[in-house]
């Protein structure tokens, strides 16, 4: 096992209602705020309502809702535009995982002179970002609670993962009210994309005790609320253990780190527009197959705790029962389970594999695999 190094300095605030705390926040942070986040969220009045405690704390506030979805790059850099000219002391996020990293990207790039492509390029942040505050409207964001943002390059749409400066976010907010404005279909694909980031990270090279703790926590959690996710949509208990899931997750990720499976989501949701999460369903059991043969012992620990019974299973059984349990999981919320149905070109996964491939996360895998895996990985997902 690794050495555990482990801090996180963000104050976390989770609950229902607790958004109400949001200006109470920021205040500690400054007067001038920008908020990124996606126009369909005044739709569910979310935005409206963030706009009202602003305006009674006395918040000067600015609303950027360009984030669209498969927004690039480019969108950074208009909100570094606004921010700068708005002289903007406070970014926060409001939004799914592109928007809040675009919201974060936008903390990093404005109080310099470097703009976002070079740092898709490989330079480094240095010196102070603006203050950073992250409200998710999904269940998960594997990037909530470290200093890591990920990006479409405008460029070449090619799927990149880069370092902010440190301590970037102050402060999250978990609200699980906020998940409602999803429909029920895309909350049960984000939801699985949660249990992937969970699987990964508990497979990885990268994990602990620590960490451990916390994703096999997310992995029980998700088991049990999946049978009232499809016939309740709606009812705020199972929309709390979804988002306290996500928050799981995101905690074990400070430590551990996803894997290949989530390489390849990104990789193509990056290229081909295909909502990550969706791709993240599909590719889950094919993931703990390939790994089957080696991590048959955690595996079998992730059917127990999605409620399998395995105590007398040898470790091959009981890592084939963690793959049946996800397949009948997936098949029970009817959500797609091969890429094929999104239109994708099986001959375009060569250079998937090839972008996937360079994501830091590839270099903590329970084993090596190569480019050539990677594209042998996908043709089983098609």
Known sequence: MPDLSFSIPTDVRFGLDVLNRIAAVVSQYGERVLLVTEAILYEGKVIDRIQALFEKKGIQYIVFDEVVPHATSKVVDEGVNLARSSRAEIIVGLGGVRTLSVAKCIAMVSPGEVDMDE???????????????SIPTTCRDPFLLVDEYLLTDGRDRSAKIGRTQRRITKAVIVDPKLTITLPPKYTATTLMDTLLVAVEGYLSSRSSFLSDTFLLRACELIGKIIDPLVNQPDDLRVRMNASMAGLLASLGLTIS???????????????????????????????????????????????????????????????????????????SMALPTRLRDFDLNLDDMVDIAGIARNFDMMNYLPRSISAEDLYELVKSAY
């Not at 480094?124 to 505050?133: D, K, M, R, V």
């Open 119 to 133: 740092y898709l390029s490989g330079v480094q942040p240095g010196g102070e970002s603006l203050a950073y505050i």
């Open 257 to 331: 780190k996803a894997g290949v499976g989530t390489a390849l989501a990104y990789a193509i949701n990056g290229s081909f527009m295909v909502p990550k999460s969706w791709v993240s369903s599909i590719m889950l059991p094919h993931v703990m197959e390939f790994y089957s043969g080696i991590a048959s012992e955690k595996l079998t620990a992730v059917a127990r705790y999605l409620g399998e019974a395995v105590d007398d299973a040898a470790p091959v059984e009981g890592a084939a029962r963690a793959v049946e349990a996800v397949r009948r999981i997936i098949g």
